[in-house]
Antibody, heavy 120, light 107 residues
């Protein structure tokens, strides 16, 4: 069965960086895109960007452009999301989500989430 | 960016009720609309993709309809495990945006 297992919770100071990992299993890692979505407390989910794990191409939301990097390690079946220059508004649960159809751009499996708290 | 608006933001219903949630896009998105269910402390779960298609394992009491700018999620007979928050998400253009959510609570 498809599983996405994320790294544990992080507490960071403003200005720092965080890197969250997402280990995939139960399917061929290079067959599906991987997206990153965050959700601040009580807010709607917010899409950050995605990576074509087959060729490494990435696309980011303009909101995060310049601060986020999504990467991958095929040998480890793991995707990563690094967010830099953290501020308090970045406090949220960060999810990796497998891309389903590239027609409907749905997210068919999600990780358990990683809480990132930004506080001085 | 395409704005997604859901209504209502919350509703109270009883087990067995028929429940309808609506989602409106700020521009036409064809049928590129997906629905998710989220329970407290968990990641969202895909319920409907492409406006009306059910992934395997999703009970048939869930259905979706619509195209263009107006979409509907219907639960034909609400079950205890359906009390959750529901989000729509457009897959027409990036950034892929979500609606504000509809919380379905027990009456």
């Amino acid at each position: 069965q498809v599983q996405l297992v994320q790294s544990g919770a992080e507490v960071k100071k403003p200005g720092a960086s965080v890197k969250v990992s997402c280990k995939a299993s139960g399917y061929t890692f290079t067959s599906n895109a991987m997206h990153w979505v965050r959700q601040a407390p009580g807010q709607r989910p917010e899409w950050m960007g995605w990576i074509n794990v087959g060729n490494g191409n990435t696309k980011y939301s303009q909101k995060f452009q310049g601060r986020v990097t999504i990467s991958w390690d095929t040998s480890a079946s793991t995707a990563y999301m690094e967010l830099r220059s953290l501020r308090s508004e970045d406090t949220a649960v960060y999810y990796c989500a497998r891309g389903g159809s590239t027609t409907t751009w749905d997210f068919d499996y999600w990780g358990q989430g990683t809480l990132v708290t930004v506080s001085s | 960016d395409i704005q997604m608006t859901q209504s209502p933001s919350s509703l109270s219903a009883s087990v067995g009720d028929r429940v309808t949630v609506t989602c409106r896009a700020s521009q036409s998105i064809s049928s590129l609309l997906n629905w998710y269910q989220q329970k407290p402390g968990k990641g969202p779960k895909l319920l409907i993709y492409g406006a009306s298609s059910l992934p395997s394992g999703v009970p048939p009491r869930f259905s979706g309809s619509g195209s263009g700018t107006d979409f509907t999620l219907t639960i034909s007979s609400l079950q205890p495990e359906d009390f959750a928050t529901y989000y729509c998400q457009q897959g027409y253009s990036s950034p892929f945006t979500f609606g504000g959510g509809t919380k379905v609570e027990i009456k």
